[in-house]
């Protein structure tokens, strides 16, 4: 079973950037999709970004321009760069479909 660790949250301005990291570890199936996903508090987790093994990228209208995922063997980034204080929240890596969860990572977009 595939086990996600997520990395590079914290505290950040508005317009501020940050990277955040994800590390898969056990059997990665070639051809699978992988994505990024955020919670909010009382809101439902939605996929932020995804990308093919191909790097063929889709995104969330809101993030579209701003946001940039990449991936790297067992490693999935997500850029985040002129961030709002709407896309604070709890960020998670996973296949898309989603598989088991991992802790996720805090961002918080306040000044």
């Known amino acids: 079973q595939v086990q996600f660790v997520e990395s590079g949250g914290g505290l950040v301005q508005p317009g501020g950037s940050l990277r955040l990291s994800c590390a898969a570890s056990?059997?990665?199936?070639?051809?699978?999709?992988m994505g990024w996903y955020r919670q909010a508090p009382g809101n439902q987790r939605e996929l932020v970004a995804r990308?093919?093994?191909?790097?063929i990228s889709n995104y969330l209208d809101s993030v579209k321009g701003r946001f940039t995922i990449s991936r790297a063997k067992n490693m999935l980034y997500l850029q985040m760069n002129s961030l709002k204080p709407e896309d604070t929240a709890v960020y998670y890596c996973?296949?898309?479909?989603?598989?088991?969860w991992g802790q996720g990572t805090q961002v918080t977009v306040s000044l």
């Open positions: 056990g059997s990665i199936p070639r051809f699978s999709i």
């Open positions: 990308t093919t093994e191909r790097a």
């Open positions: 996973n296949f898309v479909p989603a598989a088991s």
